[in-house]
């Protein structure tokens, strides 16, 4: 992890920037098609699903108050996001898209002021905010 400083140019920038976008979709995408099928299953994304910041505290719900079944039902619910034509497998073209949407709405979450984060080494931020520096030197 590293701290670093992130406002919504940088993520918009990495993502009109379809070549490093990509790149770095797929690169993600390839290393959760364990069987190399390139679909993925829910089996295939949810430990990347359960990695999420936000699902540490369940979106903020007392942990005890949540049932397994119900915890179950979010990844479920964040798995069929990304499928969005309900095959029960995620295709690269149906990860992109999810993918895309997600750090637009981050970037739009951020605004234009910069905001000090704590980023996982190797995730899409830090790999925008890498691009960013790169770009400046």
Same mark, same amino acid.
């Given at each position: ?44 994304? %949810? +430990?990347? @699903?359960?990695? /999420?910041? *936000? ?10 108050? !949540? ?39 981050? %970037? +739009?979450? @951020?605004?234009? /002021?910069? *905001? ?10 830090? !790999? ?10």
């Amino acid at each position: 992890m590293s701290v670093e400083i992130l406002d919504s140019k940088t993520i918009l920038s990495f993502v009109e920037d379809e070549g490093a976008f990509n790149s770095s979709v797929d690169g993600r995408f390839a290393a959760l098609d364990t069987n190399r099928d390139g679909l993925l299953s829910y089996a295939d994304m %949810a +430990n990347e @699903l359960m990695s /999420l910041r *936000v699902l540490e505290t369940h979106f903020g719900i007392d942990e005890a108050v !949540v049932s397994a079944e119900e915890l179950v039902a979010v990844y479920r619910g964040l798995f069929d996001r990304f499928d969005r034509d309900g095959s029960g497998a995620v295709d690269l073209e149906e990860f992109r898209a999810e993918m895309k949407e997600v750090l637009l709405a981050v %970037a +739009n979450g @951020l605004g234009f /002021l910069p *905001v000090q984060m704590v980023i996982d080494e190797g995730s899409f931020l830090k !790999v925008a905010v890498d691009r960013e520096l790169a770009k400046a030197a």
